[in-house]
Structures are given as C-alpha cells and as structure tokens.
C-alpha cells in the first residue's frame, strides 16, 4: 500500500471510519490508552483538533490495552476520554499494535515509518495531505511540540 486511503477502521459507536474520507487532509494518528500516565496528552490533541480542523486537520484515536493501560471496554474508554479530558475526535474500537493480530494500519505505519514495534501507548503518526506519513513522534513527545509541523502539512495544498 502506498498510502492510508487504502484502510478502515471501526468507531467506538459501530461506524466504519473510511480513510478515504481523509484524501487531502492532514492526520494525527494516536494509539491511546485512558489510564497511562501519559493520557493528558489527550487534553493538549483535542486542543490541536479544535483549532485545526476547520482547517483541514483530522485527529485519530486508537485505543489499546496492550500495554494493559485501557480501561474493559469501549463505552468505558470513550466516556472517561470525553469526561476527563473532553475528547471529541474519533476514537475506534480497541486494537492491537504489536503482534500476530495488530491492526493492519499499524503494521502499515510501522512499516513505512519505521523504528519497528510501537513500543507505549501514545506513539504519534503525522500524515500529510497526500497520504504519506510526514513523522512518528514517541510517545513522551508532547502534542504542542508537533503543531509547527501540523502548521506546514496544512500549508502545503
């Protein structure tokens, strides 16, 4: 695959998330976990989502217990997000990051980035305009430090 119009994914709601809906926008990608001690981070993207969506930006949160962080089930991580640090960005279905059976976007991302297995929650991909990944930031990597570069993605038409 060479870019990531070709995946789906499934909202929390049951809603199919088409990536195709995202050709000619610029996307943060996330995998998430509500009781990391990194979760704040939730507060600092959902800020750079309202202020930049108008403008084209699009935010993504995957939740995953891998790391044995996330809460049992997906109404529970999707209230505590909205209740905590009032997310209202998108967030799938939980998912698998690593392994046999991790989603097929992250073997993609992990892939075509690089630096191999997600190794914590809060591994962030920055996706251009056009599809192609633009970075990955680790997971200590605070979300306001990635606005300059989601600035210049918007720029670019």
Known sequence: MSDIYQFQETEMSGQKI?????????????NTASKC????????????????????????GLPSNQFHQELGSDEETSEYCQMHYGVTFPMTKQIRVNGDDEDPLFTYLKETAGHGRIKWNFTKFLIGRDGQIID??????????????????????
């Open 18 to 30: 088409d990536f195709a809906d995202y050709r000619g926008k610029v996307v943060l990608i996330v």
């Open 37 to 60: 001690g990194l979760a704040p981070q939730l507060e600092g993207i959902e800020k750079l989502y309202k202020q930049y969506h108008d403008q084209g930006f699009e935010v993504l």
């Open 136 to 157: 990955r930031y680790a997971p200590v990597f605070k979300p306001e430090k990635i606005e300059p570069a989601i600035v210049a993605a918007l720029a670019k038409k």
